[in-house]
């Protein structure tokens, strides 16, 4: 297996819904303008609260992007 060498990206994103769709919020918008996301690490959970209530779901996320060798 070749060595493989990558760059870390910190991104946020949030939801009304869950964590879940915060996270897969931050990533498929990240992926239209970053290539070769291979692996994501949750560093943050924080939440919004209304009326006592979960109003949303906020999650900083650092995404692993591998660097592609030159042809």
């Not at 939801?15 to 879940?20: I, L, P, T």
């Not at 498929?28 to 209530?53: M, P, Q, Y």
């Amino acid at each position: 297996m070749a060595s493989q060498t990558y760059v870390k990206t910190e991104v946020v994103g949030s939801s009304d819904k869950s964590v879940s769709d915060a996270i897969d919020s931050a990533i498929g918008t990240a992926s239209r303008s970053l290539r070769n996301l291979d692996w994501f690490e949750v560093v943050d959970v924080r939440g919004r609260i209304r009326d006592n209530k979960v109003a949303s779901y906020q999650v900083t996320l650092k995404l692993g992007l591998r660097y592609e060798p030159k042809a």
